[in-house]
C-alpha cells in the first residue's frame, strides 16, 4: 500500500520535472531564435520614422499627403518554467528577472508590427506613438495566460513639393 | 474618415466639434484556439491565437467609432485611444474612443 502512493508521488513528481525542464528548454530556444528576428526587422527598418512627439516636426519639403491610425500588437506568453521562479522569487521579492525579456521582447514586436504595417501601407513616418500594456486571462482563469502590449500611432504619408 | 490619435491632423485644421465617440466589442475565442494556448504555456511564445482575436476586436471596435462619428456628420476622429479588459476566459472586451471632430 504504501509502495504504491510512492509511486504515485514519483510519478507525479517526475512529470513536474518534465514539464519544467520541457518549458525551459523550448522556451529558451524560441526567445533567442525571436530575439534574433527582433534584431534583423530593427536593422530593416532603422530608415523609418517613428516618434513619440504629437505634433509632427516637419522638415520644409514635406506636405502631407494623408494620414491614418496605424496599430501594432502582440500577445505573448509566458513558459512554465518562468512562472515557476517568478512564483518563488515573489516569496522574497526584488526584480523578476524571468519576465523582463518578455516584456522587452513584446514591446520591440509590438512597434516592429506598427512600423512594418506602416511601411507596407505606403507610409512614411509614425507620430504619436503610444504603447499600452495589459494582462490576457488564462482558459482555466487562473492567473495570467500572457501579456499584451499595444503600440499605436499616427502614420503620414509624405509628398514632397517640387 | 481621417483617424489619429494624436490632438491635431497634419496639414489640416478644425473647424467643428461634435463630442466623444466610442465602440466597443466582446470577443471570445473557440475552444481548438485555447488548447494551443494552453501548450504555448509550457513552452512561451507568441499566442497567435489571442493577437488575431484582439487585432479582430480592435478593427471592430473602430469600425463602431467611426461609424458612429459619420452618423454625427463629422469627417475626422482625433485622439482617439483604446482599452483593453480581459472579461472571462478566453473572452477580451476592446473599446476604443475618440473625439469627432470636422476637419479641412
Redesign the interface.
Known amino acids: 500500500m504504501g509502495l504504491e502512493n510512492f509511486s504515485q508521488l514519483a510519478v507525479t513528481a517526475g512529470s513536474v520535472c518534465v ?1 519544467l525542464l ?2 525551459t528548454l ?2 529558451t530556444r ?2 533567442r531564435a ?1 530575439y534574433r528576428r527582433i534584431r534583423e526587422r530593427e536593422a530593416r527598418m532603422r530608415e523609418f520614422r517613428v516618434m513619440t512627439l ?3 516636426p ?1 522638415p520644409e519639403d514635406w ?2 499627403e494623408a ?3 496605424v ?1 501594432g ?8 518554467f ?2 515557476f521562479l517568478a512564483r518563488v522569487r515573489m516569496l522574497i521579492g526584488g526584480r523578476l528577472r524571468s519576465y523582463e525579456p ?1 516584456l522587452d521582447r513584446a514591446r520591440r ?1 509590438a512597434l516592429l508590427r506598427l512600423q512594418e504595417e506602416a511601411a507596407l501601407r505606403g507610409y512614411h513616418a509614425v ?2 506613438v ?1 504603447l ?1 500594456t ?8 487562473n492567473g495570467t ?2 501579456v ?1 502590449i ?1 503600440a ?3 502614420a ?1 504619408k509624405r509628398s514632397t513639393t517640387g | 474618415m481621417i483617424v489619429s490619435n494624436t490632438e491635431t491632423v497634419p496639414g489640416k485644421k478644425i473647424v467643428g466639434f461634435y463630442g466623444v465617440v466610442s465602440g466597443s466589442t466582446v470577443r471570445a475565442k473557440h475552444i481548438g484556439k485555447d488548447i494551443l494556448a494552453g501548450l504555448k504555456n509550457i513552452v512561451g511564445g507568441e499566442l497567435v491565437g489571442y493577437t488575431e482575436l484582439l487585432k479582430e476586436a480592435r478593427h471592430e471596435a473602430m469600425q463602431r467609432m467611426i461609424g458612429e462619428a459619420q452618423r454625427l456628420g463629422a469627417n475626422a476622429v482625433v485622439n482617439v485611444r483604446f482599452s483593453t479588459s480581459s472579461i472571462a476566459q478566453g473572452a477580451a472586451e476592446l473599446f476604443a474612443y475618440g473625439t469627432a471632430v470636422r476637419v479641412e
Open positions: 514539464f520541457l518549458g523550448v522556451g524560441l526567445e525571436h504629437r505634433t509632427l516637419v506636405s502631407v494620414c491614418d491610425l496599430t500588437s502582440v500577445v505573448i506568453s509566458l513558459d512554465y518562468k512562472r518578455l514586436e507620430f504619436g503610444r499600452e495589459s494582462r490576457v486571462a488564462n482558459a482555466n482563469g495566460a500572457g499584451e499595444l499605436f500611432g499616427t503620414v
